[in-house]
């Protein structure tokens, strides 16, 4: 018996969309029915390399589809996104889920009413060092990450916050097992007119901190996080997908006692292609992706909370300031 293909389109085929359009179009559980993008020549150009079909909208698709890649700029997510999820197209959105919580709770409701699937494209979730964490993780206190890159040139329809820091937000949000009780950040525009570099702190309930810094006008491109918990530290290089493990070994007489270093062989993966081979899969079994429209959401709502402190430092005032009903 044959296999029924999940019939996908791409709809934004510029930098990362292509990418996801050329993944499709190796997978054989897939059916790419083709891409769209406003840029016609693009649309044609990579409807070509990939011998699919050019279509002019993304109403073209409904009917012909039965999941997106949705690879736009980030400010139309939602207009996209939610005509499709109302005719119940499954649909991958790309981070961040959409420009705010109200845009993002509007096409979370839109998919709950038609039954289509969303799932967020926050990539670093299918990092092979990321999934290695499971089990190793218990109760961080302390963590410390930097993502910086220089001047992508691409993505400037929002702020640093919203392009890299919301990667790691995604990241800490599921590492650390308690709620947010307040966010500090600075933050500066370089070369555009947006945040261009930014350091948050973020305190959870629990007391465990995260300091978070993202920049996009750095000379290197550094993915690092670092975390603490009770007798170990575990740093993972993102970009390599490699972790390495500190532990404390009690030994009889050693004082202090001593600490040993371990490297962990890990299985590297293709993290978007795992990624959308996840969500064929959600889609053919409607069953809820790791990284829900919700996850999307809770990882926005946080990145909007450091937007706000950042303007409060700008102002000369800090998070603290602000009553706590307003925080989340
Ligand atoms: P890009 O500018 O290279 O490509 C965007 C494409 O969308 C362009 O070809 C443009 O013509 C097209 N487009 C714009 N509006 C459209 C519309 N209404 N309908 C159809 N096509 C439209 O941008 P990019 O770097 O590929 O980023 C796209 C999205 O992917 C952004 O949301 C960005 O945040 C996200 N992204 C995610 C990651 C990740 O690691 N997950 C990495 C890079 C980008």
Do not use: W
């Not at 699937?117 to 993780?137: C, D, K, P, S, T």
């Not at 305190?203 to 996080?225: D, H, K, M, P, Q």
């Not at 969500?279 to 992706?289: L, N, T, Y």
């Amino acid at each position: 018996m044959t296999m029924k293909k999940t019939r996908v389109a791409v709809i934004g085929v510029g930098h990362l969309g292509t990418i996801h359009t050329e993944k499709y179009a190796s997978m054989e559980e897939v059916d790419l029915v083709g891409v769209v993008d406003t840029d016609p020549g693009r649309a044609e150009e990579i409807a070509a390399k990939f011998k699919t079909i050019m279509y002019k909208s993304p109403a073209e698709l409904v009917g012909r589809v039965d999941a997106v890649s949705i690879v736009t700029p980030t400010n139309n997510h939602h207009k996209v996104g939610i005509e499709l999820l109302k005719k119940g197209v499954d649909v991958l959105i790309e981070k961040p889920i959409a420009m705010d919580a109200s845009e993002a709770e509007s096409l979370i409701r839109a998919g709950e009413e038609s039954g289509a699937i969303i799932q967020v494209g926050h990539l670093e979730r299918f990092n092979g060092a990321v999934m290695a964490l499971q089990g190793r993780v218990s109760n961080p206190m302390f963590i410390e990450s930097n993502r910086l890159s220089p001047f992508p040139n691409r993505s400037t329809d929002v702020d640093v916050i919203l392009d890299l820091m919301i990667h790691d937000i995604d990241i800490i949000l599921n590492l650390v097992d308690s709620e947010v009780a307040e966010v500090d950040a600075v933050g500066i525009p370089v070369i555009t007119k947006k945040i261009d570099l930014a350091s948050a702190h973020i305190r959870f309930e629990n007391g465990c901190l995260a300091n978070i810094t993202a920049s996009r006008v750095s000379a290197n491109r550094t993915r690092e996080l670092h975390l603490f918990q009770a007798d170990t530290c575990i740093s993972i290089d993102y970009a390599h997908q490699h972790i390495s493990i500190g532990r404390v070994i009690p030994e009889a007489g050693a004082e202090p006692p001593k600490m040993v270093n371990e490297e962990i062989d890990i299985e590297k993966k293709d993290s978007l292609m795992e990624e959308l081979k996840a969500f064929v899969r959600c889609s053919k079994s409607k069953e809820r992706p790791l990284v829900s429209g919700e996850e999307g959401l809770k990882a926005l709502k946080v990145a909007t909370m450091v937007q706000e402190a950042v303007e409060l430092s700008m102002a000369g005032l800090t998070s603290k300031n602000r009553a706590p009903d307003t925080l989340v």
